[in-house]
């Protein structure tokens, strides 16, 4: 049975984000207050409105510089092509996601959306990318 009067995970999630300041924006780490967070409330963004707007106005413009993959295109990461990636009927994973550099807003290809956001989380570090290999050969020599 659910305690109604625990707070939820997004709650917990949102109060260690927020301060009696504001909210800090992941993007340029400006404590801002809660108003200047699109639709704070019904998701756990936290980057702010302006932030938000800068970045859809870099893809808009890269979109326009950099023509859209042919259907032979593949995946750079994964190495698949389109059809294969949205075998699972994804409308996200349908199409080639613009990837870009987010300090220096230029373009680095199309991704398909699970390596887009697979380096994503791992922060569009190089580092972290070296890590998750080490760790993945680790595991594997384990496993023999």
Sequence with gaps: M???????????????????NGLRCKVCEVVQPIENFEQFKNSNRSTCNSCRKEQFQVIAKLRKENKYPDKNYECPICERKLEEVAEL???????????????????????????????GKLKDSISNVKNAIKYLENHKEKNK
Excluded at 8 to 20: C, N, P, R
Excluded at 91 to 108: G, I, N, P, S, Y
């Design 2 to 20: 659910v305690d109604e009067n625990q707070p939820t995970l997004f709650e917990i999630t949102t109060l260690a984000k927020y301060s009696e």
């Design 89 to 119: 009927g994804q409308k996200m994973l349908q199409t080639w996601v613009l990837d870009h550099c987010h300090e220096t807003k230029t373009f680095r290809g199309w991704l398909c959306g699970n390596c887009n956001s697979g380096i």
